[in-house]
């Protein structure tokens, strides 16, 4: 089945632990992204890659690393710099450049709990 | 320029009336405008799309209507369902960024 498969689903960490989490595409699509929800709120873009080995801050990148050796992955880590970690986050992935006609394929995201 | 306005925040519809989620847009370079539905605990997923040299799209219930020189557009829920209750998100890329610009997302809910 293809699509995209995000792990953990809820994850609890202690304050000041990094915690990682995982994407995984097997869409073979070249573009890669992370977002977080917070309840009521929209969507907003933490990193984007769009090929491998490069990826791009979004508009919340402060507090969370990423990186993308491999074209089906494309992990998250939330450092111990992030003010508010607690949030579901959501990874997608879609074509990229002129094939990409704004479809994003999301996974079924990940909810971190920050105690 | 890059933002996506999106009202209301959110909606409650009788089963059978329609629902209408309203978006505005600043930048005329966006390529494409695609509308999403996410389900509580789940990620959103593409509902319909439409490109800005057409005025309106219909799939099923649903439509988007578009207004270029208003930079407005719209989404309309025809005999609206309680499986309809969901979060809606307008959204609007540039080909060339394949950067996706959310709106904040209406949460519709459909009584019986």
């Known amino acids: 089945d293809g699509g995209i498969t995000q792990s953990p689903k809820y994850l609890f960490r202690k304050e000041g632990q990094n915690v990682t989490l995982s994407c995984e595409q097997n869409l073979n699509h070249d573009a890669m992204y992370w977002y977080r929800q917070d309840p009521g709120q929209g969507l907003r873009l933490i990193y984007y890659s769009q090929i491998v080995n490069d990826f791009q801050k979004g508009d919340i990148a402060e507090g969370y690393s990423v990186s993308r050796e491999k074209k089906e992955s494309f992990p998250l880590t939330v450092t111990s710099a992030q003010k508010n970690p607690t949030a579901f986050y959501l990874c997608?992935?879609?074509?990229?450049?002129?094939?990409?006609?704004?479809?994003?394929?999301f996974g079924e995201g990940s909810r971190l709990t920050v105690l | 320029q890059q933002q996506v306005k999106q009202s209301p925040q959110s909606l409650i519809v009788q089963k059978g009336g329609i629902s209408i989620i309203n978006c505005a847009y600043e930048n005329t370079a966006f390529d494409y405008f695609p509308w999403y539905q996410q389900f509580p605990g789940k990620g959103p997923a593409l509902l319909i799309a439409i490109r800005p040299d057409v005025s309106e799209k219909k799939e099923g219930r649903f439509t988007i209507s578009f207004n270029k020189s208003a930079k407005q557009f719209s989404l309309h829920i025809m005999d609206s369902q309680p499986g309809d209750s969901a979060t809606y998100f307008c959204a609007a890329i540039t080909y060339n960024t394949d950067k996706l610009i959310f709106g904040t997302g209406t949460r519709l809910q459909v009584f019986p």
């Open positions: 997608a992935s879609s074509a990229s450049g002129t094939a990409n006609t704004g479809e994003l394929f």
